[in-house]
């Protein structure tokens, strides 16, 4: 239970106390009146002795009497009727609510931190106004009357015969059968005669008169003059009186506020009369002078018929008015002609009348008590002395109620001994003397239980109970068992539940004082039942307390008995205190995991709210429960959604014109949210497909978004001449939560903004919002002086930006859904986008599965509201991300800004649109594809600089300078070749030559051949035109699925101070298939010279392959051309031992062509094409599209020749790096010599025959090595089998450590290999195939020979010719028998490129077949000494026939 004010003690005490009648003249209460005051509430604040009072119990012991209070009441005759006792019990609870400020304990148990009330005063005051109504019961005396008071004024005529009469109506009350009720406690009531004399009007001299009679009549110990009203009525209030009446009165408003129409109003019962005295405190009806009316209680209804409406279920409501009726009760002063010294007179006349009057009555009578019942019973001893030696000896054992007949019904006539020894107890009780009373309970108890007077036998045990607890020192334990045996004889056996619940609000008070909470809470929920809901409420709340207030506090207890107490509040109508019961149980269950207890309280919380008017309460727990992942059915969901659609749309209309309130649903997850500025992407138009650019479709890909970023950089610094711009930052056209929000991002004018708000329905039910709309704010940029403030959200600014609506949104059950909302700006300046506006409602069927009920016409594209629904908005608040630079922000959590909602709205800007027309999505590797593209300005400002930039410009091309513009339509050569060819009627293979510049093919703008100017006429692109541009393709080597990113980049012909430029995104996605690989290696030619003398030529042997699969339906691949690329060599004819030009190859067949090459004689700028033509028509390679895709491949290439560096020196025997010279006897190896391989296929394609072209390319470096068409790492893959391929790989790194941690050392230049060293002289023999000479006339044959030396480096040769013979039989058998005459050994010194001729003569002494390649030839660099001389040794022999004539 819940503290008291005052101990267990003391609410004992004073809950029986000596009740004392009071009568009065018409003319006294008159005098009272004046004060705004009855008699009886006159006294009232007195009737408590500040000082001790003596008295002697029958053995004639001293007693002592502390802090005794006696109760004055009004005479009433008529017992009150239950259900009105009721009435005013549930009208004490209703206005004893808890204060504000109100002191409240913080229990700490567990994980618990509750804040409970300390005090439960409206429990207090049921129980105080309980007690009071009980009613007067012949089974004990405590409510019955002990002495009356007869109350004159000394302003009547005749004041002695005045008290004669009000004795004489007193005897009538007790005496008569008329009445039966009030009770009295002896026949013999003491009457006290109180003459009230007004001092501000009356004559003292006469009051003493009659006072002095009044003394000789009844004695001096049976009346008194009392008197009052020292200050007149008619003065001035400016002395501060204090009021001590109205802690007692204010209370009595209660009585006031019942609808009494026309029922006579009646004096209040009630011992202590502090609930129920009207504010009038007299009755205007008198009866024979007198101003009582006996016959009509104040607690009975006006009509008794209506009675049985004051049931334990059907409480009548308190009047709706209450509240209002109560604020216009003004509070009425009391006392107002009372002094101070009045108030001691008061307070004397009530000492007077209990020193002198009541307490020695009562020690007389308890005396005569005591002399009858030892005379009755023959005793020799007082009762107080044989109670002791009964109770000291054996007990006799008791009989269990159960076994006792029910024989409530049993009544003892008023002389009956027992009744006597009851009275006896009773009044010791009364004064105090509990060791005496609880004896003559026990005595009284045992012979009730003898006779099985259950009714009496309950009363003793209870009064026993108390009265052992009251004994001062404590000389025995409490009897809790009488209290329990007494609670189920009235509960059971007598069927009196006053009774029962009185001894239950005893025993409780008593167990709580020792702690036993445990005992206490059961004690009290044993008493609830269904029939009384206020009572059981009552009783549940203060076991919860007991539960709380254990040593261990029971959380969980407490908090179920208050829901239960709270359940029981709202039946018995204290809504009020059932809002208070589930608000302090709401402590323990929330955020525990109780979430349908939670809702539970939730939901009661919320209609108790909304029925008291407590709205914003209201509000608050129904968002609980709807934010909350509940665990309810979707019914139930249902309602708790309707209900709260229903508070907040009341709310609503008392503010129309407030701003928008705060909606709970559905979730929106601010940092989901997205922006995107611009137009949606169009759809594909047939053929006519538009840029992919970014949409709000496609996801975010940190390697994409760094792809574009690196793309845009790259452009921009070509843009501005190579330059780097220092922290560069990207265009951001759709922000989310990875992209850098740290700058205010850039809208354009015209243009829309469209936000993407992620929702989320946690229900079961589908929500349907209409009217969904954005909310913002907008400061113009030319009005900042004079308007600071911004636009207010959707009510105004509409001419500056514009708002699109959404009229429905329907989210299903548990369905996360985007709804994409957008504003169109027409000014310029800052936008704050805030939030968004919505209608939230539901729809009818909801129990189908998709929420939507099939009746409600989904063909028009409606839903059919159920007609509840609420205006409100959800801010859009995003957290920007988690600082971690500084120490302070590790330290800290600090988060920087996310301005993704705050876009900067920029002038206009122009606006390109991109669209592929005829873009192929397959091709073959190597497949040249003709395709166009259209540019069109949609804006209203004309642009230019437009570029194109992307990782893959091996892919794609424009054409150079001499590339035909845009044609008649794009249908028109649909059907043509993609390349730029001429009819030739050469009928042998041959070169046919050209010479270019690799600037007039787009080859990059400086260093950066990724970014390509697009050919645009004029450079300018007019507000709404258009162009049509050709565009070639090229499939990649490599076959799979290939995305090939294009950024477009153009700029306005104004300039910007926000927005410099605006880029264009495509991504395309090609899928290659297998088509050729070309094998090619170049060796030096035998020959010296061609037959036109133009000096050196290379041999070229190119293998191609048809590797195609036939998935892509190729029947077969025709080689229509070879061109050679290069500044130093050129393809000059073809080697075919075929008399068949066409070269046609099937699945898996292989082809090898033998192609000679010369140096060119122009000048190393420029690259010389040179074509080779294996068909009818020649395709110029020096122009659009082959020249185009052969430099952009060469550039591809370029970036792959570290790689290829690497290679080339794992394959040499060294590691280390070579000198000049060495590089200039590499030099004589390499070949720079470029192939092209073109090719047409025919494929076969829904029965009609399509001819494909495309081209390959083979980069040749060196002599010797071999070149493939495919990348490198492939190339070694097929070359040296994976294994191999996979052990150079691994070996490669420790290489590279071995490099790293070489020791600084002198580098010793590393000697050439021989085969390198080998190509810087080259030789050839001239010489007669046959030669005829007649032995017979000259013995020796002697044949001319001529050496040719030629220099293949770039510096001086110093040559030695060795002609000495090695002397060993195989040489002999190799060579034949024939000697060199002249010198046996040469010197010379060829200069760079030179060709130098040595004459020799060969001796033949017989016929036979020689071979004349027996020369060695030594070499080295003349300004170098360190090298060797390496013999130049020549791979073909030189056989001659020597022939006898």
């Not at 565009?1031 to 294009?1046: A, K, Q, S, T, Y």
Request: proline share 5%.
């Amino acid at each position: 239970m819940a503290q008291r004010v005052q101990s267990a003690q003391e609410f004992l005490q004073d809950s029986f106390v000596p009740l004392v009648a009071a009568l009065c003249s018409e003319e006294a209460e008159r005098l009272t009146r004046k004060n705004n005051l009855g008699f009886c509430e006159l006294v009232k604040p007195f009737c408590r002795l500040t000082s001790e009072v003596h008295m002697r119990d029958p053995n004639n012991q001293l007693h002592i009497i502390k802090n005794l209070k006696i109760a004055v009441n009004n005479i009433i005759t008529q017992p009150p009727q239950p259900g009105a006792i009721r009435k005013l019990l549930s009208d004490v609870v209703t206005v004893s609510q808890p204060a504000e400020g109100l002191v409240t304990n913080v229990i700490t148990a567990g994980d618990y931190d509750l804040n409970i009330s300390a005090t439960t005063p409206w429990f207090e005051a049921y129980r105080e106004s309980f007690l009071q109504s009980m009613p007067a019961s012949d089974h004990e005396f405590l409510n019955h009357y002990v002495a009356c008071m007869l109350v004159v004024s000394s302003n009547e005529p005749e004041p002695v015969e005045q008290f004669l009469k009000l004795s004489q109506e007193q005897h009538r009350i007790q005496h008569s059968n008329e009445y039966s009720y009030p009770k009295w406690f002896i026949p013999n009531t003491l009457k006290y005669y109180v003459l009230l004399h007004d001092v501000s009007v009356g004559e003292e001299q006469r009051a003493d008169s009659v006072y002095e009679e009044m003394k000789q009549r009844y004695g001096t110990q049976g009346c008194y003059l009392l008197k009052i009203n020292s200050r007149g009525s008619n003065r001035g209030t400016d002395e501060q009186i204090p009021d001590p009446w109205s802690q007692y009165l204010q209370k009595n408003i209660i009585q006031n506020q019942e609808p009494y129409e026309d029922g006579p109003c009646t004096e209040i019962p009630n011992k202590h009369s502090d609930h129920f005295i009207p504010l009038d405190g007299l009755n205007n009806d008198s009866k024979d002078g007198l101003s009582n009316n006996f016959k009509t209680h104040p607690l009975q209804l006006e009509h008794t018929s209506n009675s049985g409406c004051f049931d334990g279920t059907d409480y009548v409501k308190p009047n709706p008015s209450f509240h209002e009726s109560k604020k216009s009760n003004t509070w009425t002063p009391h006392g107002i002609c009372l002094t101070l010294t009045d108030h001691d007179r008061i307070r004397q006349f009530i000492q007077e009348f209990t020193f002198r009057g009541l307490l020695p009555h009562i020690e007389k009578t308890i005396r005569q008590l005591n002399d009858q019942l030892i005379s009755r019973k023959g005793l020799s001893r007082s009762l107080f002395s044989a109670t002791k030696k009964w109770f000291s000896g054996s007990k006799v054992p008791e009989k269990s109620v159960n076994e006792l007949k029910s024989t409530s019904g049993l009544l003892y006539p008023p002389e009956a001994p027992e009744l006597q020894i009851r009275k006896m107890a009773d009044l010791c009780f009364l004064v105090q003397h509990y060791e005496l009373a609880y004896s003559c309970y026990h005595t009284a108890k045992k012979d009730f239980l003898n006779d099985q007077a259950m009714l009496y036998a309950a009363g003793a045990l209870e009064m026993a109970a108390v009265s052992a607890f009251l004994q001062p020192g404590a000389p025995r334990p409490y009897p809790a068992h009488y209290m329990d045996t007494a609670i189920q004889t009235y509960r059971d056996i007598c069927k009196n539940m006053l009774l029962a619940e009185r001894c239950v609000l005893l025993s409780a008070e008593i167990l709580k004082s020792q702690s036993k909470y445990s005992e206490a809470a059961s004690l009290l929920i044993r008493l609830t039942s269904e029939d009384l809901d206020l009572r059981s409420a009552l009783l549940l709340e203060q076991s919860a307390h007991c539960y709380i207030n254990m040593k261990s506090p029971m959380v969980r207890k407490f908090a179920f008995y208050m829901i239960l107490a709270g359940h029981r509040y709202s039946k018995a109508g204290q809504k009020k205190h059932a809002l208070r019961c589930y608000c302090q149980a709401m402590q323990v269950y929330k955020g525990k995991g109780w979430s349908l207890a939670e809702d539970h309280i939730n939901f009661t919380i919320g209609r108790q709210s909304f029925t008291l008017q407590q709205l914003d309460n209201a509000i608050s727990a129904f968002r609980h429960i709807l934010i909350n992942d509940s665990k309810q059915t979707a019914a139930q969901q249902g309602a708790f959604l309707r209900e709260y659609l229903y508070v907040y749309r009341n709310v609503s209309q008392l503010s129309p014109d407030g701003p928008l309130p705060q909606l709970p649903l559905p979730y929106i997850n601010s940092s989901a949210t997205r922006v995107f500025f611009g137009h949606d992407r169009r759809p594909a138009e047939g053929e006519k497909q538009a840029a992919t650019h970014i949409s709000l479709d496609q996801e975010y890909d940190s390697d994409f978004s760094q792809q574009w970023k690196e793309l845009e950089e790259q452009v921009v610094s070509a843009a501005n001449k190579g330059t780097t711009i220092p922290n560069f930052q990207p265009t951001q056209y759709c922000l989310n939560k990875y992209s850098d929000n740290s700058r205010f991002p850039l809208g354009v004018v015209e243009e829309p903004i469209t936000v993407e708000v992620a929702f989320r329905n946690p229900l079961k039910v589908p929500l349907l919002l209409t009217d969904l709309s954005l909310l913002w704010k907008f400061q113009p940029k030319d009005f900042i002086s004079k308007n600071g403030q911004a636009k207010e959200l959707e009510t105004c600014g509409k001419d500056m930006i514009g708002a699109e609506v959404i009229s429905e949104f329907l989210i299903n059950s548990e369905e996360t859904k985007m709804a994409r909302l957008k504003l169109f700006p027409h000014q310029t300046g800052e936008l704050h986008i805030l939030g968004v506006a919505y209608n939230l409602g539901t729809i009818q069927g909801t129990t189908v599965l998709d929420g939507i009920d099939p009746s409600v016409g989904l063909q028009t594209g409606k839903y059919l509201s159920n007609g509840m629904s609420v205006r409100g908005r959800q801010d859009l608040e995003i957290q920007g991300p988690r600082l971690n630079n500084t120490k302070e922000e590790k330290t800290a959590i600090k988060y920087g800004p996310d301005r993704r909602l705050d876009p900067i709205i920029t002038e206009e800007m122009p606006l390109l649109e991109v669209f592929f027309i005829n873009f192929p999505t397959g091709l073959l590797c190597g497949e040249i594809r003709k395709t166009y593209v259209e540019f069109v300005n949609v804006s209203k400002c004309p642009l230019t600089g437009v570029k194109v930039v992307s990782k893959r410009p091996e892919f794609f091309t424009f054409g150079g300078s001499n590339a035909i513009l845009t044609p008649l339509s794009p249908s028109a050569s649909e059907h043509c070749s993609a390349y730029k060819t001429v009819v030739t009627h050469s009928t042998s293979v041959c070169s046919l030559v050209s010479s270019v510049a690799s600037s007039d093919f787009g080859g990059g703008s400086g260093n950066q051949p990724e970014v390509v100017d697009v050919p645009l006429p004029d450079s300018v692109l007019l507000p709404g035109a258009s162009v049509h541009l050709p565009m070639w393709l090229r499939g990649p080597d490599e076959e799979g699925v290939h995305e090939i990113n294009f950024l477009f980049y153009y700029e306005s012909i104004r300039k910007h101070s926000k927005l410099c430029h605006r880029v264009l995104r495509h991504t395309a996605v090609i899928c290659t298939s297998r088509s050729l690989t070309v094998q090619a290696t170049v060796f030096r030619s035998n020959a010296l010279e061609d037959e036109k003398g133009e000096g050196d030529n290379m041999l070229v042997f190119v293998d191609v392959e048809n590797i195609n699969t036939s998935e892509a339906g190729v029947k077969e691949f025709h080689i229509v051309q070879v061109s050679s690329n290069s500044k130093n060599w050129k393809l000059k004819e073809s080697i075919n031992l075929s008399e068949d030009k066409d070269i046609k190859l099937a699945n898996r067949e292989k082809g090898k062509l033998c192609l000679k090459a010369v140096r060119c004689k122009h000048s190393a700028e420029h690259f010389t094409f040179a074509d080779i033509v294996f068909g009818t028509e020649q395709i110029i390679s020096s122009t659009s599209p082959c020249a185009d895709f052969f430099f952009r491949s060469l550039h591809s290439e370029l970036k792959r020749s570290p790689t290829q560096q690497n290679m080339n020196t794992l394959q040499g025997p060294g590691k280390q790096s070579l000198d000049d010279a060495g590089r200039l006897i590499l030099k004589c190896s390499e070949v720079d010599l470029n192939i092209i391989v073109l090719w047409k296929a025919y494929v076969v394609e829904d029965n009609k025959q399509l001819i494909l072209e495309g081209q390959h390319h083979v980069v040749l470096h060196a002599v010797g090595n071999e070149a493939f068409s495919f990348p490198q790492k492939q190339g070694f893959k097929k070359v040296l089998g994976n294994s191999d391929w996979e052990d150079l790989e691994q070996e490669s790194p420790e290489i590279g450590l071995l490099n790293f941690f070489r020791p600084d050392s002198t580098s010793v230049p590393a000697r050439p290999p021989s085969d390198q060293l080998s190509n810087l002289i080259k030789t050839r023999l001239h010489y007669p195939e046959t030669f005829d000479h007649s032995f017979h006339q000259e013995s020796l044959c002697i044949v001319p020979v001529t050496l040719l030396l030629s220099n293949c480096s770039q510096t001086d040769v110093d040559v030695i010719i060795d002609l000495r013979h090695k002397a060993s039989a195989e040489t002999l058998e190799i060579h034949g028998s024939f000697t060199w005459l002249g010198k046996t050994q040469y010197k010379l010194q060829v200069k760079s490129q030179e060709v130098c001729t040595l004459q020799l003569k060969a001796c033949f002494v017989r016929t036979g077949v020689y071979n004349l390649g027996t020369p060695r030839v030594f070499a080295k660099l003349s300004d170098q000494v360190t090298l060797f001389e390496t013999s130049q040794q020549n791979s073909m022999p030189a056989l001659i026939i020597i022939n006898n004539i």
